[in-house]
């Protein structure tokens, strides 16, 4: 019995962390003029949709470390586009706001972002990107409900 392995030209694996590296070649590109990279965007618009995130919580949506949040927090907050109290109203966590700079460099970063995204799904048509989006979700979901994978074979004896 054959090993099951991946074919590199197919894979739908492959070809999904190959347009994450494009998407996130184009945006950074985009996002260059506005001196804001990926990760600062992404934290703007969580705090924009989400006012209050700790560093914890805004590691867990964008996908960075705790450490690399907190790092991306501090520039954000020395250039004047959100604040933290100095201390905790409870526990240890800083509730984070967005300042009004932080606001409208946001908006612009936005649209920007838009028009990547935009681009990206132009050749998917008419209704297209909402059934890529759909079909997204449903490939997160299928890997987060928690069923077992198959356990790889057993590797041959000898």
């Known amino acids: ?19 994450a590296a494009a998407l996130r070649s184009a945006m950074d590109e985009a996002l260059r003029p506005l001196d804001v990279s990926v990760t600062q965007y992404a934290c703007l618009e969580q705090l924009q949709h989400r006012p209050g995130m700790s560093a914890s919580d805004l590691a867990r949506v964008t996908f960075v470390t705790r450490q690399s949040a907190h790092t ?10 959100l604040t933290r109290p100095e201390q905790a109203p409870s526990g240890r966590a800083l509730p984070t706001r967005l300042t009004a700079a932080g606001e409208e460099l946001l908006a612009r970063a936005s649209g920007v972002v838009a028009r990547v995204e935009s681009a990206m ?5 008419d209704g297209g990107a909402q059934r890529f989006h759909a079909d997204l979700l449903a490939c ?5 409900a928690g069923k077992p994978l198959d356990a790889p074979p057993a590797a041959p004896p000898g």
């Open 1 to 19: 019995m054959g090993q099951v392995r991946v074919d590199v030209d197919s894979s739908a694996g492959l070809a999904l962390k190959r347009a």
């Open 72 to 81: 991306t927090l501090q520039g954000l907050e020395q250039r004047g586009l």
């Open 121 to 125: 799904l132009a050749p998917l048509g």
């Open 140 to 144: 997160t979901a299928a890997l987060q």
